[in-house]
């Protein structure tokens, strides 16, 4: 084991306990590439706001990027120019998988002229509210079915909206000729 400013080394290569720059990649005294520990921080970093931190595989004369974060911070991921805080490459196909392996899984991709937000499953829904995932207030829910329910989890029609009982219409329409409105109101079966 060999210890750098550390007379007793448990690891191959081992550096003092103290905080401040511990390697340098490249440049001289000040700003430099290189990594440095702060209080509960490791830090990579490089030695100007315009140079980047690339990571991919091969050598570097030989370099595949797979991913870039420029010195203003933003993210790419198949991109080396990233001018958004995350930037995916411009191919079709899935993008983000939230939850599952290969195959079907919950996540996010692009099509030809297509956002799409999916489901691993045909009986999973998608639902949108607020909270957290834990503690989740739902607004909204679309069934795998494609069923869409408002202010209802399990919609049994195309849109299920649910009345509330105060009498306030589930629908309200602007009428364009005049400055009222006018609306639509269900509050019970008998009503229909």
């Known amino acids: 084991n060999v210890g750098i400013g550390n007379n007793n080394p448990l690891y191959p290569l081992s550096f003092y306990s103290g905080i401040g720059d511990k390697i340098s990649l490249w440049g001289g005294a000040g700003n430099h590439f290189g990594f440095g520990i702060q209080s509960n ?8 706001s ?12 030989a370099f595949t990027e797979n991913m870039r974060i420029k ?3 933003n993210v790419g991921i198949g991109n080396n120019n990233p001018l958004y805080p995350l930037s995916f490459n411009s191919n079709i196909g899935d993008k983000i998988s939230l939850w ?3 195959g079907n899984h919950y996540g996010l991709g692009i099509q030809s002229n297509l956002f799409q937000i999916y489901s691993a499953n045909s009986v ?4 949108f509210g607020y909270g957290t995932s834990s503690a989740f207030t739902e607004n909204m829910r679309i069934k795998g079915t494609g069923n869409v329910g408002i202010g209802t989890n399990n919609p049994w029609l195309k849109l299920d909206v649910q009345a509330n009982s105060s009498g306030f219409p589930v629908a309200v329409f602007k009428n364009q000729n005049a400055s009222g409105y006018s609306g639509i109101t269900f509050l019970s079966s008998a009503n229909v």
């Open 41 to 48: 921080l490791m830090q990579i970093h490089s030695a100007n």
């Open 50 to 61: 315009v140079d980047d931190i690339a990571f991919g595989y091969g050598t570097s004369s």
């Open 71 to 73: 010195g203003t911070g």
């Open 100 to 102: 599952g392996a290969a």
């Open 124 to 127: 999973d829904d998608i639902a």
